[in-house]
């Protein structure tokens, strides 16, 4: 599969019941690809992975392979509390449909690198998928440094790209100063896909892209190409909203860009609550000042109707 490019990291729609709105989360793919994204990556951190029974994630995954409808992959994030319950997933979402896995460290155990290289081997071994490795030290404390990525990559021929969420664009060069060009690297930061892409990352799990597909692929392609004039017009505007997908609260802060936009709701599911008070109208206040001097040449358009329904 193709790892380069825009890939939404997408959130998980609830509706009253804060049941999983699967409608919704159809046409939400759907605009995302419309507006140039080159895959979809459901039930990670911003898709509320942890608060999903194993039922409810094979749905989602199967309501996003029926909504795009082989024009873009689907990849699965695979995380777990334990490392049998990773690879029971792991293949579940292969028979699923699913063409590639987001392999991420366990929940709450944070172990020395032995421990943690067993457990994503075996993830990566589990199916015949090609995986990306999570790397994001921040949220979950296991920081797999570039000579341990060059090891997975040496022994597993099927790990073909790597989510590097460290903040330090420093990391991209480390890696491809040992590897090359033998994985993807995708930026899972986006405050930090300028400094990325400059440096050789040609991917970007996105947050923000929820809500403004395409002025993320845009900026993606801007940079990539090298116009850096226009592209750094349209960071510098981007800049205050992508900074919201790096503080606690990023669910809950990018689905209040989503519902600003017109393109779902802030329910999120417990312990998370929905963001009030004084924060609420700071983050509205930054959403709006972004939207009225919205860049119409970037603009995400309407969904096109490219969809057998």
Same mark, same amino acid.
């Given at each position: 599969m193709e790892w380069n490019g825009v890939l939404p990291a997408i959130t998980t729609c609830f509706d009253n019941d804060l049941e999983v709105d699967?409608?919704? $989360? +159809? &046409?939400?793919?759907?605009?995302?690809?419309?507006?140039?994204? /080159?895959?979809?990556?459901? %039930?990670?951190? %911003?898709? &509320?992975? *942890? @608060? %999903?029974?194993g039922e409810e994630k094979i749905a989602i995954l199967r309501t996003c392979i029926g909504a795009v409808q082989n024009h873009v992959p689907i990849v699965a994030s695979v995380s777990a509390l334990s490392t049998k319950d990773a690879i029971e997933f792991a293949r579940s979402a292969a028979e699923a449909g699913c063409e590639g896995l987001m392999v991420l460290p366990p929940y709450v155990y944070v172990g020395e690198w032995r421990e943690m290289k067993a457990h994503v081997s075996a993830v990566i071994r589990a199916t015949g998928l090609p995986c $990306?490795?999570?790397?994001?030290?921040?949220?979950?404390? +296991?920081?797999?440094?570039?000579?341990? =990525? /060059? &090891?997975?990559? #040496? &022994?597993?021929?099927?790990?073909?790209? !790597? /989510?590097?969420?460290? @903040?330090? *664009?420093?990391?991209? @060069? *480390? =890696? /491809? *100063?040992?590897?090359? #060009?033998? %994985?993807?690297?995708?930026?899972? !930061?986006?405050?930090?896909?300028?400094?990325?892409?400059?440096v050789g990352a040609t991917g970007w799990i996105a947050g923000l892209v929820n809500a403004f597909p395409r002025e993320s692929v845009d900026l993606f392609n801007l940079i990539s190409k090298g116009e850096r004039k226009k592209a750094m017009e349209l960071y510098y505007w981007f800049l205050p909203l992508l900074r919201m997908d790096t503080v606690p609260e990023f669910v809950q802060l990018i689905k209040l860009a989503q519902k600003e936009v017109g393109m779902g709701n802030t329910r999120v599911r417990p312990p998370r609550l929905e963001t009030t008070g004084a924060a609420l109208e700071v983050s509205l206040a930054t959403i709006r000042a972004a939207l009225k001097n919205r860049p119409k040449e970037h603009q995400s358009t309407a969904r096109q109707a490219t969809y057998a329904d």
């Open positions: 699967h409608g919704f $989360m +159809t &046409e939400h793919c759907r605009w995302l690809v419309d507006n140039g994204c /080159k895959g979809i990556v459901p %039930l990670g951190s %911003l898709g &509320e992975g *942890a @608060t %999903l029974n $990306m490795l999570y790397n994001n030290p921040v949220a979950y404390g +296991t920081d797999f440094l570039p000579e341990h =990525i /060059k &090891e997975l990559a #040496d &022994e597993h021929p099927n790990l073909r790209a !790597v /989510k590097e969420s460290s @903040t330090d *664009a420093r990391r991209v @060069t *480390a =890696i /491809k *100063a040992i590897l090359g #060009d033998r %994985l993807v690297i995708s930026v899972g !930061v986006d405050d930090a896909i300028a400094e990325g892409v400059s």
